[in-house]
């Protein structure tokens, strides 16, 4: 019998979690002809823990190097020791890191310091400043730099990677996986166990779902929307804001201050991933900075504002149902007020087709994987939009 492949996923955090998880099993769904090992940074130690659950996923490897006031310096330095060990002991054929976090570059490295090949799970994403999003841009920067192989979620993602001299044969057009765990987890029938979300009247009520977090958003733009919120809640008898707060004390004071005595504002502790995402079905426009849910949104029919000046994920922009509007508080009034109050504006945005993928992308990397090893013959097929 043929040698297996040893595949090694490696990620920290949330998002990563909830973007590997398909990968991870679909891995599982080989097993003649693939080994697969997960090792996890913790890099985010609760909110990594409750995607672990969600998707029944046991670690092999647990660095839990999360802790308090951890700095990019301490999370980057102890990600590449413990993944030294790890690798070290495993030597695995490939590394499969994703997307931008501090995790994915540092196991982009311990990788390649052990000449290890590298596939990066959601590449070329790009704003083209290196401090917007800042680690994140720089991250996803040098971790295609460092891979061998490029799971491109996106033809426009494809595109970047070719402007850098990327080769056109060691990329593959797969997807978001993204999508993939979304259709896992969004249920008609879905009951949330936060006492508040289940009083909400969602039938009657045009529930606006906030997020904020974005370093570059601390402060005074963030005020700003949050006073363009006030402004929508007294305008509209009909409209609610559901604001699952970040933990960042800089966020909560400033949300506290501007919000926290509104009675049509629900500030709630952050969501586990499954009732985050059910939420977003449930919410009828959707206010944010986070990068994950442009992605996931469209693919529920949601309009997205998005609380920033760029973005590494322009396919929605160009397909209608993301907005860049920034944090500016007229400017952000005025937008979601449109969409409250303009029903063709409304559904030309929830209307527009999602860019991101089809379920399929999961499916799609391993079949690369297959194919670059000689395991099976054809290339994946290209997501198309």
Request: charge should be negative.
């Amino acid at each position: 019998m043929e040698k297996k492949i040893k595949v090694m996923t490696v990620f920290g955090t949330r998002p990563e979690a909830i973007k590997m998880a398909p990968i991870v099993l679909e891995l599982a769904k080989f097993p003649k002809v693939i080994t697969p090992v997960v090792a996890v940074t913790a890099q985010h130690r609760d909110m990594l823990d409750q995607v672990l659950n969600l998707f029944h996923i046991i670690p092999d490897y647990d660095l839990d190097i999360m802790a308090a006031g951890q700095t990019l310096f301490d999370i980057t330095s102890k990600a590449m020791m413990g993944l030294d060990s790890v690798l070290t002991e495993e030597k695995p054929d490939i590394v499969l890191v994703h997307g931008d976090t501090t995790t994915t570059f540092a196991g982009a490295l311990a990788a390649y310091y052990h000449q290890t090949t590298v596939g990066h799970v959601e590449a070329g994403l790009r704003t083209n400043n290196k401090y917007s999003p800042f680690p994140e841009e720089m991250n996803r920067k040098l971790t295609g730099s460092l891979a061998d192989l490029h799971f491109a979620p996106t033809m426009t993602a494809q595109e970047n990677l070719l402007r850098e001299n990327v080769s056109a044969d060691k990329i593959f057009v797969t997807g978001n996986t993204v999508i993939d765990a979304l259709h896992k987890t969004v249920r008609d029938d879905f009951v949330f166990d936060n006492a508040l979300l289940q009083n909400i009247d969602f039938e009657n009520k045009r529930i606006v779902l906030v997020t904020t977090h974005r370093r570059e958003n601390l402060g005074e733009p963030m005020r700003h929307v949050y006073k363009a919120l006030k402004q929508l809640t007294e305008e509209f008898d009909d409209v609610e804001v559901v604001f699952p707060v970040h933990k960042n004390p800089k966020v909560r004071v400033v949300v506290n201050e501007e919000l926290g005595h509104l009675a049509k504002v629900h500030l709630i502790d952050p969501l586990d991933y499954e009732p985050f995402a059910n939420l977003m079905s449930r919410s009828c426009l959707i206010l944010t900075d986070s990068g994950g849910v442009q992605e996931e949104a469209p693919a529920l029919g949601k309009p997205v504002l998005v609380l920033r000046d760029t973005t590494e994920r322009p396919e929605a922009v160009s397909a209608g149902t993301v907005r860049l509007i920034g944090t500016d508080c007229q400017r952000v009034y005025e937008e979601a007020r449109q969409l409250l109050t303009d029903a063709q504006a409304y559904s030309h945005m929830s209307g527009s087709c999602n860019p991101y993928g089809d379920g399929m992308a999961a499916q799609r990397i391993i079949q690369a994987i297959l194919y670059h090893y000689g395991i099976v013959a054809e290339r994946p097929d290209i997501f198309k939009a």
